[in-house]
């Protein structure tokens, strides 16, 4: 599962889910860059999101993917600080 929304040339990744059983297959990294390409397609100047920071291997994707962290949001999820990250789609 993969949800995103554009606005004002920037695109949100609103979640990314893959089933315990189906990790470590590649899938979710294949969602992530579906998601890039089109946001590219879109015009979009950035791709940005937000991940639990306890989520290791989330953001290690990202890191991978060309995110970098932008600091921390001023809300929690499920009760545990949230890191904002961000791609940068234009040079």
Do not use: Q, T, W
């Not at 599962?1 to 004002?8: G, I, M, Q, R, T």
């Amino acid at each position: 599962f993969a949800d995103f929304e554009l606005k004002d040339n920037h695109c949100k990744l609103m979640g990314v889910a893959v089933l315990e059983e189906h990790r470590g297959k590649g899938i979710g990294r294949k969602l992530v860059e579906c998601i890039i390409g089109e946001a590219i397609k879109y015009n979009c100047l950035s791709v940005f999101l937000l991940v639990s920071e306890e989520n290791i291997a989330a953001i290690s994707l990202y890191n991978s993917l060309g995110f970098i962290s932008k600091g921390k949001s001023d809300k929690m999820l499920d009760g545990k600080p949230i890191i904002i990250m961000e791609k940068l789609l234009v040079n």
